[in-house]
């Protein structure tokens, strides 16, 4: 089954605590894409990655990092996170940026 | 920069009654126009899109046309049900700029029996 797979789904973590949300798709998609979802903000899209060792800013990286050493990963790390980026994320892989982009469950994150 | 404008909601409406949903964007150049629907407690799923002016996308009742003129994307249907309740978003990618998807806030659609 084609999927896109984010883990944990939830989390809650203290201020500071390094932490890795992970994202893998089975799809062989090139483009990949982290999402903050926020109440009156809609999506916002943190990092991209058009291929492997290829990523880029989105809106909002600040507090972000991603990387892309293979394929089908993407995670999401966040060095030393703090309270404002609780928050609803989502993964999306698509077979390139114009074409249906599919999304994980979603991670929700509450940094205390 | 790239921007996507949807109205506010929530929208509600009784079952069977015409959706619209308006979506305005801005963009240099001609950008791919989507629409996605996120059900409670799930990730987004594509619902249609257009990628040149005039053209129209449609799935599962919905419609949308590309209107260039007026830098539109409307989402329409006939006749709602229960089912279609969710937060339905607008997005579009443009590739003559960075290669972004740029997604609308999103409108809480509630149909009631």
């Known amino acids: 089954e084609a999927q896109v797979t984010q883990n944990p789904r939830y989390l809650i973590t203290v201020t500071g605590k390094k932490l890795t949300v992970t994202c893998s798709q089975n799809?062989?998609?090139?483009?990949m894409s982290w999402y903050r979802q926020d109440p009156g903000l809609g999506l916002r899209q943190i990092y991209y990655?058009?291929?492997?060792?290829?990523?880029d800013k989105g809106d909002v990286p600040e507090g972000y990092k991603v990387s892309r050493k293979e394929k089908r990963n993407f995670p999401l790390i966040l060095e030393s996170p703090s309270p404002n980026q609780t928050s609803l994320y989502f993964c999306?892989?698509?077979?390139?940026?114009?074409?249906?982009?599919?999304f994980g469950q979603g991670t929700r994150l509450t940094v205390v | 920069g790239d921007s996507v404008t949807q109205m506010e909601g929530p929208v509600t409406l009784s079952e069977e009654a015409f959706l619209t949903i308006n979506c305005t964007y801005t963009?240099?150049?001609?950008?791919?126009l989507f629409w996605y629907v996120q059900y409670p407690g799930e990730g987004l799923q594509l619902l249609l899109k257009?990628?040149?002016?005039?053209d129209k996308g449609s799935n599962k009742g919905f419609e949308a046309t590309y209107r260039k003129e007026t830098t539109s994307f409307h989402l329409e249907k006939g006749s709602v049900q229960v089912s279609d309740s969710a937060v339905y978003f607008c997005?579009?990618?443009?590739?003559?700029?960075?290669?972004?998807?740029?997604f609308g806030t999103g409108t809480k659609l509630q149909v009631i029996p």
């Open positions: 999306a892989s698509s077979l390139k940026p114009n074409t249906e982009a599919f």
């Open positions: 799809m062989n998609h090139e483009y």
């Open positions: 990655s058009m291929n492997v060792e290829v990523t």
């Open positions: 963009a240099t150049g001609y950008p791919s």
């Open positions: 257009a990628t040149k002016a005039d």
């Open positions: 997005a579009l990618f443009y590739s003559g700029g960075y290669q972004k998807v740029t």
